[in-house]
Each structure stands twice: as structure tokens, then as C-alpha cells.
């Protein structure tokens, strides 16, 4: 005779407890995972509090049968109940969360390099320790054309038998008042004699606002820089601006006075 045994399941305070928390775990993951709370508010929420409070002195054996409900609970509530369901809402939510760590990504790697890199190259430092800025678009357009103008009228003008620095520079600055004539005092006369380095020559200084650029009037478009031009042995701690009228005496050429 074949006997039946009938099992009667009967649900404990216990075990009540422990579905309660499955059933709160479940939710928060849900909530957090469909983007309908933020993982940044856990901390400060009641519920979470409350749900440590429960599991705290909770033994090994009753934590797993809260995480093995808890599994079964989420599948349910992601699968079957819509308030789980990611809502529009939560997907513009997460979008402009990417677009504001895109923003941050792109700042952090591009921007920024791109800054430093600007700001270091607003100076351009030579071998002396000097610092000397950069040159404006308007203020190198004039220094091109002066510098064209200088090559094709430079001659022996002091009539010593050459034509070396004196006669660019004198040229130079002479051309630059005829051409820029309300700026004719941009462009001054710079004597450099550095014992140290062997520099003996003169030059050219260009003001422009509060910046003063210091031009080899021989140079060309390419290298027309004094740092560029002579590299180490141009320092700038010897410039010495000289006036004019000598110069334009020397040369025979016309002063006046500006």
C-alpha cells in the first residue's frame, strides 16, 4: 500500500523578514539600474539605512536566501512590471550624463592641452633665460613689407666699402617712417655689445602697444628675429636703444626729430 505524505509549509516571522529585505534589495537595483535613482543618493536614503539595519547580525545561511530572492525578485519585476522599465525620462537622464563626462573627457585631453600649449607658445623662450612675445599679424605684415623694401634699397650709405648691419638698420627704420609715417615711432635704432659673446652690432626694435620685438633687418620673412637670427649670441640684457639723428647724420640722410 503505497503511502502519501503531505508537507505543510508554513511561513515564519522569519522568513517574512528576510523576503521583506530580498524584496528591498531587489527594488534599489531596479530603481538604480533603470536609472530612476541615482547611485550618488544611496547614502543618504532611509530605505538603504533601514536594510543595513536588518541584515547586520544576520547569519551567513539567512544573507544568501535574501540574495537568491532577491535574484528571482529582479528578473520578475524587470520583466513584467513597466514602472521597472527604463522611461523616457531615464534615457534622456543617461544620455546627458555620457554628454557631460564626454565633455569632461574632452577638456581634460583636448582642451587643455590646447591651452598650455597656446599660452606656452605666447612666449618663446631663448638660451639666455629671456622671454620675448609673439609677434601680432598686423605688426609682422609691416615687417615684412619694410624688410622687402630694406633689401631692395639698401646700399653703402656711410660709404665705408660695405654694406653690413649699419646700412640695413638705417635703411630700415628710415623706410618704416616713409611708409608707416603716424608710426613712425615704432621703429627705433638698438646697439648691442656683448664682450662675452662677441655681438657688436645694431638692429632694430618695433614696438607695438606695450610688446617691443626685436628685428634683424637683415634677416627675411622665415628668420627676422634678433633670438632666432643669432641664437646664443644675442642677449638682450645689452640692447641699448641709440637715437636717431646720429645715425641718419652718419648716413646723410634727413632728420626730423620724430
Not at 535574484?71 to 546627458?96: C, E, G, V
Request: glycine fraction near 4%; hydrophobic fraction near 35%; charged fraction near 25%.
Amino acid at each position: 500500500m503505497e503511502t502519501k505524505t503531505t508537507r505543510i509549509g508554513m511561513e515564519t516571522e522569519i522568513d517574512k523578514n528576510l523576503k521583506t529585505l530580498a524584496e528591498t534589495k531587489a527594488t534599489c537595483y531596479c530603481l538604480r539600474e533603470t536609472g530612476q535613482c541615482d547611485s550618488d543618493d544611496c547614502l543618504a536614503c532611509s530605505k538603504l539605512s533601514l536594510y543595513q539595519q536588518g541584515v547586520r547580525n544576520l547569519l551567513p545561511v539567512d544573507l544568501l536566501k535574501i540574495d537568491n530572492l532577491a535574484t528571482k525578485i529582479i528578473q520578475r519585476k524587470l520583466d513584467n512590471d513597466i514602472s521597472f522599465r527604463a522611461t523616457s525620462a531615464s534615457r534622456w537622464k543617461y544620455f546627458f550624463n555620457c554628454l557631460k563626462w564626454m565633455a569632461i573627457v574632452f577638456l581634460f585631453t583636448i582642451f587643455i592641452p590646447l591651452a598650455a600649449a597656446y599660452f606656452l607658445c605666447t612666449y618663446a623662450l631663448d638660451t639666455k633665460g629671456a622671454v620675448y612675445p609673439i609677434i601680432d599679424d598686423e605688426t609682422e605684415s609691416k615687417v615684412f613689407r619694410v624688410l622687402n623694401e630694406t633689401h631692395r634699397n639698401v646700399y653703402d650709405m656711410n660709404n665705408d666699402h660695405e654694406v653690413n648691419c649699419q646700412d640695413f638698420t638705417v635703411m630700415f627704420v628710415y623706410l618704416w617712417a616713409k611708409i608707416y609715417p603716424d608710426d613712425s615711432r615704432a621703429a627705433q635704432i638698438v646697439f648691442n655689445r656683448n664682450f662675452n659673446t662677441g655681438m657688436n652690432h645694431l638692429f632694430v626694435s618695433v614696438q607695438s602697444g606695450k610688446k617691443i620685438f626685436y628685428i634683424e633687418p637683415q634677416g627675411n620673412s622665415v628668420c627676422y628675429r634678433m633670438e632666432h637670427f643669432w641664437g646664443n649670441r644675442y642677449d638682450p640684457g645689452f640692447n641699448r636703444e641709440i637715437t636717431k639723428s646720429f645715425w641718419y647724420k652718419q648716413m646723410g640722410l634727413p632728420y626730423n626729430g620724430e
